[in-house]
């Protein structure tokens, strides 16, 4: 099914719609906060993934739900040294709501055709051999 359409900002206050980003590749929607730990011990696997597989054909979207905002966010990735993610923010949690992420972390994969294409709630290690096949078949 289609993937609901949010307005997130951006880390220096620019507001993007959501459908932009998944409406012409594939992405794994990230949603974290700061308060929580898996996320703080997964972040850098995605980053890495992002890295090695990141293009204008695929993304990772770091979605911070945390209402402690972008200045907690940021701090957040430059204590766990985030390079290649770049950060997303939903104070109102209106992405995680519409989207029903149960809880964080969750990451889903949306194709580029705006459907799920699946989801994860819980750890994972995104730079596998594994999460990168499910990305590949994505861009297929």
Known sequence: KPAPVTVLET??????????????????LKFWATWCVPCRH???SLDRLQ????????????????????DAARKFF?????????????????????????????????GKDGKE??????PAEWDSEAAKKLVAEALK
């Open 51 to 70: 890295k090695d597989m990141g293009s204008d054909q695929f993304e990772v979207v770091a979605l911070s739900l945390d209402r402690a905002g972008r």
């Open 117 to 122: 294409l699946g989801r994860l709630p819980g």
């Open 42 to 44: 997964e972040m850098p």
């Open 78 to 110: 430059d204590e766990i040294k985030v390079q290649n993610l770049k950060l997303y923010i939903d104070q109102t949690m209106k992405a995680g709501n519409g989207l029903r992420a149960v809880g964080m972390p969750t990451t889903i994969l949306i």
């Open 11 to 28: 880390i220096d206050g620019q507001k993007i719609d959501l459908g932009k980003l998944y409406g012409a590749k594939p992405v794994y």
